[in-house]
Structure formats: structure tokens, C-alpha cells
């Protein structure tokens, strides 16, 4: 019956939308928890304090719901259509990673990951417990993922698939049924270091390890106060998150058409000057429903003057010197520090 359940379950998760699934054992990840505990202990995770208040949880998914007999991961494929990259080049304008382009995965993806988790209980019984969980609990998702045969860690510590690439989201439902696991996946990276070399602020101290702290997608949306300035020539036009990585990643040419037309781009590539002018209430409004806004007006516009020090444009100098006397210091700081480069 479980084998059946199995099927059935990976049938009607492609059939929500899901590219792939696997299965593994809430204590699949063994290895997990001393590593993230390494990874703490060194201070790699900068401000983000919840990864270390949660680490217990993090690192041993059966802790986290002592019930749980299986975890169901799930990948959800968001692939652009046309290069990330390009947009680097265009100086005047603001470049916003590919995940940030549509509309929040969270939602999209727990919406799925619930329609399926209802399928499941009315096909497992009443009896059946699950937990839905996308990118906002203390839930290794990519240790979990390849214990589950989904990919594997590449150099760049993101998971890469034969199947899929680089470009997808992950959930995962824990469920009290006991169902059949799925043998871990097996990949390799070879002796390509092409997302090693391609990273602007080198941020991997060395391959299948990442610091966060020197990582644009970090600095960009975790980081609060000003970013290092030795940073911030770094960041180039990146104002929320950064591809690099992943885009040059060679497993790529393997990646699936994004199926989901909530994913289709909607946030583009604006000009540094518009994005400059926002107060609290444009930006919520221009960015709802959309992942960039949970950073907040402040810390945006923070990034897009750092951009606008780096575009190397005179005509950007007024933009940024409007904004030296803002109540908010990073902002404040951002705006000399443009109106310094572009002098």
C-alpha cells in the first residue's frame, strides 16, 4: 500500500506543478548539525542570528516534529528565459535576482505544497499528520533535498540537478506516515570551479563553502546598517541578491522551462534614479506580493545608492545627493558615499 501511496502521491505532485520529488527520513542528515554548528562557530552566517538561536531544530529535522516518520521534498522550477547577466552591464539601471522577478515563491509554493498535503491525508486517512514548510522554518532544506535524491550540494553549497539545474525552489511536507525513501543523490561538480570564479566578493573560502558575510545575496537582503566599504564597490548594480553563481553553473543546460506564470519577470530591470525616489508608502506599493519587499524601503534604497556610487554616472550624483540628509543613517551614509564616488 505505501509503495502504491508512493506513486500516486508523485503523480499528483507533478500534476500541482512540482518538477520533481523525493523522499527521505526525517534523520537522513546526520552530518548536518555539526557542520552548521562549524559553520556558526566561525561566524559565517553575519547577522542572522535566528540561524544560530535555531540550530537544534535546524540541524536535526526530527526534533523539529518528533512525530514525523518521512519527509517529502519537493522542487519547484522558476528558470529565466533570458540571461541574468546581461543587466550587470546596464549601469543606470537596478539589477534584482531571478527569484525576486515574479511574484513570493513563499506563497506560491506553500499553496501547493498544502493542496498536495490535503490529497495526502485524503488518500493516507484522517489519521495522517503533515506539516507543510518553505524557506521560513528551522529546515535544512538542501541537505534534506539531496538525502532525498533531489541533487546534490555543488561548489557553490546551492543543490544542482541532472534534471533540473540550478534554477528551483524547495518545499517540504513532514508527514507521520512511514513511506518508502528515495536513495540519496550523487553528483559531482568535477573540477569546474566556474561559480567559484564568477562570485564578485569571493565568498567561498573554499569549494562547497560559503561566508555569508562576504555574499551579495546577504549583504543585499540580510545585512542591516552599511555594508563594509570595501564591499560596496563590489556589489556593482545588485540591489537585491545576486545570480552569478548560479547562472554560469554549466549544469544548467539541463534546466526545465519555468511551468508557473507567476514566476514570469514582472519586476524587470528599473532605472537606479526611479528606484531612488520611493518613500515607504511607492515601495510597498510598487513591491507588493513581491520577495523584495519584506527588506523594507530602507535597506532598498540603501542598495540602490550603492549601485548609483558605482555606476560611474555623473548624472546620478544629484539623485544620490537628495538623499544625504534621509532619517535613516544607512541610507544617509549610502547617499555621501555615492555622491563621493560620482564627485
Excluded at 546534490?152 to 546551492?158: L, Y
Excluded at 564568477?198 to 555569508?212: N, V, W
Aim: net charge neutral.
Amino acid at each position: 500500500m505505501s509503495a502504491d501511496l508512493r506513486a500516486r502521491l508523485e503523480a499528483q505532485a507533478r500534476a500541482e506543478g512540482f518538477a520533481a520529488m523525493g523522499i527521505c527520513a526525517p534523520d537522513a542528515i546526520p552530518q548536518a548539525a555539526g557542520r552548521l554548528a562549524e559553520y556558526v562557530a566561525k561566524g559565517r552566517h553575519g547577522q542572522m542570528g535566528w540561524m544560530a538561536e535555531r540550530m537544534h531544530w535546524r540541524g536535526d529535522p526530527a526534533a523539529l516534529w518528533p512525530e514525523a516518520r518521512s519527509v517529502i521534498m519537493l522542487a519547484e522550477v522558476y528558470t529565466p528565459e533570458t540571461d541574468p547577466l546581461a543587466v550587470l552591464e546596464q549601469r543606470d539601471r537596478a539589477a534584482v535576482s531571478v527569484y525576486a522577478q515574479g511574484k513570493d515563491y513563499h506563497d506560491i509554493v506553500k499553496r501547493r505544497l498544502k493542496r498536495l498535503g490535503r490529497w495526502l491525508i485524503d488518500a493516507a486517512g484522517q489519521g495522517t499528520g503533515i506539516k507543510v514548510f518553505v524557506d521560513t522554518a528551522p529546515v535544512m532544506e538542501k541537505p534534506l533535498a539531496a538525502a532525498a535524491g533531489l541533487g546534490w550540494q555543488g561548489k557553490h553549497t546551492n543543490l544542482l540537478s541532472r534534471d533540473m539545474g540550478s534554477w528551483f525552489f524547495l518545499g517540504a511536507i513532514f508527514t507521520t506516515l512511514d513511506l518508502p525513501r528515495d536513495p540519496p543523490a550523487h553528483g559531482t561538480c568535477g573540477s569546474c570551479t566556474a561559480c567559484l570564479d564568477a562570485c564578485p566578493t569571493g565568498a567561498f573560502p573554499a569549494p562547497y563553502q560559503l561566508d555569508a558575510r562576504r555574499c551579495i545575496s546577504y549583504l543585499t537582503i540580510e545585512h542591516k546598517g552599511p555594508v563594509d566599504a570595501e564591499l560596496r564597490p563590489l556589489l556593482g548594480n545588485r540591489i537585491y541578491g545576486c545570480d552569478d553563481c548560479l547562472a554560469v553553473c554549466p549544469w544548467n543546460k539541463f534546466a526545465q522551462a519555468a511551468g508557473e506564470i507567476g514566476y514570469q519577470p514582472r519586476v524587470g530591470a528599473p532605472l537606479l534614479a526611479e528606484l531612488a525616489g520611493l518613500d515607504d508608502a511607492a515601495f510597498r506599493a510598487r513591491f507588493a506580493g513581491s520577495p523584495v519587499k519584506r527588506i523594507g524601503r530602507d535597506r532598498f534604497v540603501r542598495n540602490v545608492l550603492y549601485a548609483i556610487g558605482n555606476s560611474g554616472l555623473p548624472g546620478l550624483r544629484a539623485v544620490a545627493a537628495a538623499l544625504v540628509d534621509d532619517p535613516d543613517p544607512a541610507v544617509s551614509d549610502a547617499a555621501r558615499w555615492a555622491v563621493a564616488r560620482l564627485a
